[in-house]
């Protein structure tokens, strides 16, 4: 096999204790422990994501990608905005903290149900509400946070169904998808 070059050394220029990979203090950082204590680890996977426009009129009677397209960060390069559906593609076997807040517009009380879920290789994680309401809602929110068990390629992602009604239930710009690395 490659042998491959670590280096455990001190920044003295930042007061830094840093681990990584490379014959060379700076060559890539794989964690830092600054004087106060406080570890980071630039490549740990890590993202948050949302809609890059209102995502409108979700079709009823079947299951619908929701997609975030728009990437706020993407440690380690781990979410795919650009699909559909997008998804976090686990780098490695681990636990993962996964989340969603859904800022709902447009939420019909003619459906029967209307449920999102956050969807691994493993399993499903999901969100219901049957909207008995006296009118429609403007405005209503969803959210899941969950640790999942992902196996390294396994995938995470949002869908939606609605079952009956319209399909006018849209989904804000301000929608969050995220996830990291636990342990």
Avoid: W
Wanted: aromatic content about 10%; proline content about 3%; some cysteine.
């Amino acid at each position: 096999g490659n042998a491959q070059d670590y280096h455990i050394g001190l920044d003295d220029s930042a007061d830094t204790l840093v681990i990584g990979k490379g014959s060379a203090l700076g060559t890539t950082t794989h964690m830092a422990i600054n004087a106060d204590g406080i570890i980071t680890k630039p490549l740990q996977p890590a993202f948050l994501a949302r809609p890059s426009a209102t995502l409108a009129n979700f079709a009823t009677g079947q299951t619908n990608n929701v997609n975030f397209a728009t990437e706020i960060f993407d440690r380690n390069t781990d979410y795919n905005a650009g699909g559909s559906p997008s998804a976090f593609t686990a780098p490695v076997t681990g636990v993962y903290q996964l989340n969603y807040h859904l800022y709902i517009l447009a939420l019909d009380t003619a459906a029967t149900y209307v449920e999102f879920a956050l969807v691994t290789s493993n399993r499903s994680y999901n969100t219901i509400i049957d909207p008995n309401f006296a009118s429609d809602l403007g405005y209503y929110h969803m959210t899941m946070s969950v640790l999942a068990d992902m196996d390294a390629s396994d995938t995470a992602n949002l869908t939606m169904y609605q079952q009956g009604g319209t399909a006018q239930v849209d989904l804000a710009t301000n929608c969050t998808f995220s996830g990291y690395l636990v342990a």
